[in-house]
């Protein structure tokens, strides 16, 4: 009976690991979504960039001037990428965060979580978090 309740715990927490962040299948919504907000950047309009930023985003922020500043200093590689990839799409306690992996005019690589909101049938970028690099040894 011991065997059964820890072997029952174990699978819980395992399975709780597991829902805690799940890979999903991409959405090309979404990749369009974050693309066409790097695309803006690229051109210097921080005007249409702007309207990929979610409400709680854009009140924030106040004006796509301030956004534009925000993401030419907090973002430089996303606002001047050399190359983007998109990786992993998962849901993470209840949200959607995209994986995005920019690299830099330098070659330098930087990881990146997009959080993504549906509003009205769009998808709009929540929030950017910058991620440690994953470890990569011989």
Do not use: C
Not at 26 to 32: G, K, Y
Not at 53 to 58: E, H, K, L, T, V
Request: glycine share 8%; aromatic share 10%.
């Amino acid at each position: 009976m011991r065997k059964l309740i820890i072997g029952l715990a174990l699978a819980a927490s395992v399975s709780g690991a597991v829902w805690a962040q799940d890979v999903l299948s991409p959405e090309p919504a979404i990749e369009t979504t974050i693309q066409n907000q790097i695309d803006a950047f690229l051109k210097d309009d921080f005007e249409t960039a702007f309207t990929f930023a979610s409400p709680s985003i854009r009140n924030m922020f106040g004006s796509s001037d301030n956004f534009g500043r925000m993401v030419q200093q907090g973002y430089p590689m996303v606002w001047r990428p050399e190359d983007v990839v998109f990786g992993d799409l998962r849901a993470i306690a209840g949200g959607l965060y995209q994986m995005v992996i920019v690299k830099d005019a330098d070659g330098a690589l930087h990881y990146l979580d997009y959080r993504m909101q549906q509003i009205d049938g769009e998808w709009r970028i929540a929030g950017v978090q910058i991620l440690q690099a994953p470890d990569v040894s011989a």
